[in-house]
């Protein structure tokens, strides 16, 4: 089973609206997902209260059962193929654990200053732990040659792997999310949806890079 966690060291970054878009697009491609949730505040774990289908599997982790972690994950890979860790945005032994345990860590951020200062603790985490991980720029504006995102992108690239596309500032994504859907389910022909499936297509072939 491979194993993807949303990581960063800031909350806002949008972890928790990755996590639902990629595990419903990477269910529609053909995986077997289980997405968990190791933040405290329950965001992932309320989505799925929220969502009607019993697809992809939710489970939350308590901060007092992440020691577990190793486990909960070798007995999850006798079902599913890929499962996703929705991490809290602080520094914190759930998130080392989940860091740790992953095939590719994916570290999204605004392209704003303060997000791109904030990276710094986690980024030297993952490279202490020589973790493979790649930045994905999020909720970046709509305008599609947007000197900020694009200087950002830029300097992510210097640093290490950027993700592919970036996640644009769409309403899609928040709607879906109250819905209790993915947004390639919500609105499968939008914007979004492509943004979300091609970024689930990136993040497969890392990572069968990363298992060969």
């Known amino acids: ?19 639902t878009g990629l595990a419903v697009a990477a269910m529609q ?57 929705d991490t809290a945005g602080a520094d914190s032994p759930a998130t080392h654990n989940a860091m740790s345990a992953a095939t590719l860590c994916l570290v999204p951020l605004r392209p704003t200053r303060p997000d791109g200062l904030a990276i710094k603790p986690t980024v030297e985490a993952l490279i202490r732990g020589q973790r493979p991980f790649a930045f994905v720029l999020n909720q970046c504006p709509t305008q599609p040659k947007n000197s900020r995102a694009s200087e950002m992108a830029a300097g992510l690239a210097s640093l290490g792997l950027l993700a592919k596309p970036m996640v644009r500032q769409r ?42």
Do not use: H, N
Not at 33 to 41: G, H, S, T
Not at 49 to 73: C, F, H, K, N, Y
Not at 175 to 187: I, K, R, S
């Open 171 to 212: 309403a899609d994504y928040q709607d879906a999310f109250a819905a209790g859907q993915g947004v390639t389910e919500y609105a499968p022909d939008g914007k979004a949806a492509d943004e979300m499936r091609e970024l689930w297509a990136w993040i497969d072939r890392q990572m069968k890079d990363k298992k060969s």
């Open 29 to 85: 491609a053909g995986e077997s997902v289980i997405a968990l949730d190791l933040d405290p505040q329950g965001t992932l774990a309320a989505w799925a209260g929220m969502r009607e289908a019993d697809e992809p599997s939710i489970a939350q982790l308590p901060p007092r059962e992440t020691a577990r972690l190793a486990d909960v994950l070798k007995e999850a890979g006798k079902k599913f193929t890929l499962a996703i860790l």
């Open 1 to 19: 089973m491979r194993v993807l966690t949303l990581v960063t060291q800031k909350g806002g970054t949008g972890k928790s609206t990755l996590s």
